[in-house]
């Protein structure tokens, strides 16, 4: 069958029907997200070719669970999970197509402002800031901080996907970028990123599925100076007194004990889910006063 995806008309697998439509129709019926990503202009045409379609908008799916087919050179459309980030840093513009032309993603420029903000209330420089980007990914996140002036970055992801696409997409933009895993880190690089003196931690839409487990993120915390920034999100499920993830509990215990001073915390639509839904998460920004239990 024939579909429209993307604004071209290309043949869809039966199973795999697209229905964004042009983009005027999807903007009309919310199917297009509002993401204000800028980004490299070298990734700028790499997206615009890319052609991406979603499931059917009734049909649902859990956010682990999501997926989409893209169009692969030959003209097969591929089926890929949202949650394989491997094979979607593989594709140069694909991540930002998915997440911020679709899907509308504005979660690292949000935040940012709100450390931005935080920053200015407590009369302290931007560029004196020394962040720790956990889920580092392809770099987004370090490329709308240094947007404020922050100049030293250090990116932490488990993928060597991520850090080969980072260099690929924004080369020079990490002070440096570590591949490994933090719930086994090694003395080599606990001591490589001891001697980056990070004050700042930063962990964006990455919390609670599995990909950051709470092991991992305590290691990173620990690895910050302490009244440095924590500047987190997670989806609000994951802080619910029924969550099994086992955050809701580490965070909540840290602001009851103070060790997490937060200063700014806020709802906000993280993106959209393929059936036009929002994913609401909550934004924290705090000061570590102290050890996490």
């Known amino acids: 069958m024939t579909s429209t995806v993307n604004g071209f008309g290309a043949a869809i697998p039966q199973g795999h029907e697209g229905h964004l439509g042009t983009e005027t129709a999807r903007r009309e019926h919310g199917r297009l997200g509002r993401g204000a990503y800028r980004g490299p202009r070298t990734l700028a045409a790499a997206r615009s070719a890319l052609r991406?379609?979603?499931?059917?908008?009734?049909?649902?799916?859990?956010?682990?669970?999501?997926?989409?087919?893209?169009?692969?050179?030959?003209?097969?459309?591929?089926?890929?999970?949202?949650?394989?980030?491997?094979?979607?840093?593989?594709?140069?513009?694909?991540?930002?197509?998915?997440?911020?032309?679709?899907l509308g993603c504005d979660t690292p420029r949000f935040m940012v402002n709100l450390l931005a903000d935080a920053l200015a209330d407590a009369g302290e420089d931007a560029s004196a800031v020394r962040v720790l980007d956990l889920g580092a990914g392809n770099g987004i996140m370090a490329e709308e901080l240094a947007t404020i002036g922050v100049a030293h970055s250090v990116g932490v992801d488990i993928l060597p996907e991520a850090r080969t696409a980072a260099e690929r997409d924004r080369p020079g933009l990490y002070a440096d970028y570590l591949v490994t895993d933090l719930t086994a880190l090694g003395a080599g690089d606990s001591r490589r990123l001891t001697e980056h003196r990070l004050t700042a931690l930063a962990v964006v839409a990455a919390l609670g599925f599995g990909d950051i487990p709470p092991e991992a993120f305590r290691t990173a915390y620990d690895h910050v100076a302490e009244g440095g920034w924590v500047v987190l999100t997670i989806k609000d499920a994951f802080l619910a007194e029924d969550d099994t993830s086992g955050f809701a509990r580490m965070i909540s215990d840290g602001m009851a004990s103070g060790a997490l001073d937060v200063v700014r915390r806020e709802k906000f639509r993280h993106r959209l889910a393929t059936d036009a839904s929002p994913l609401v998460y909550e934004g924290i920004v705090a000061r570590k006063r102290g050890p996490l239990a």
């Open 52 to 102: 991406v379609a979603l499931p059917e908008p009734s049909s649902r799916y859990d956010q682990n669970d999501e997926w989409c087919v893209v169009q692969q050179p030959d003209g097969a459309w591929d089926e890929i999970r949202f949650h394989d980030y491997h094979r979607i840093f593989d594709v140069p513009g694909l991540y930002e197509k998915i997440f911020y032309d679709v």
